[in-house]
Nanobody
Framework: QVHLAESGGGLVQAGGSLRLSCTAS????????LAWVRQAPRKEREFVAG????????SYGGLVKGRVSISRDYAKSTVYLEMNNLKPEDTADYYC????????????????WGQGTQVTVSS
């Protein structure tokens, strides 16, 4: 069973940057695609970014494309989300999620979830 632990959230001013981290354990890291999903208050979960198990395929949600970058470090079993030019509408709880091999933009297809890290962007 995959265990995921997110960190790196916080309060940032609009236009600022944050880097979120998610460390995986309990499974072979290189067997899993990893994604970042966010959920703002009173809104549905939203796919933010994903990276395939092998790292060669990346996908980004439309609302953040061009402002975020996902990467993974196999030696540290960690996936990162670099977020730049943050906007107040990026305020949400950010979750790390895993599924075997391939990315899915459908958040319901992810099997493992972390506890989330909160990102608040002030205007």
């Amino acid at each position: 069973q995959v265990h995921l632990a997110e960190s790196g959230g916080g309060l940032v001013q609009a236009g600022g940057s944050l880097r979120l981290s998610c460390t995986a354990s309990g499974v072979t890291f290189s067997d899993y695609a990893l994604a970042w999903v966010r959920q703002a208050p009173r809104k549905e979960r939203e796919f933010v970014a994903g990276v395939s198990a092998g790292g060669g395929v990346k996908s980004y949600g439309g609302l953040v494309k061009g402002r975020v970058s996902i990467s993974r470090d196999y030696a540290k079993s960690t996936v990162y989300l670099e977020m730049n030019n943050l906007k107040p509408e990026d305020t949400a709880d950010y979750y790390c999620a895993a599924r075997p091999v391939a990315i899915s933009r459908s958040v319901d297809e992810y099997k493992g979830w972390g506890q989330g890290t909160q990102v608040t962007v002030s205007s």
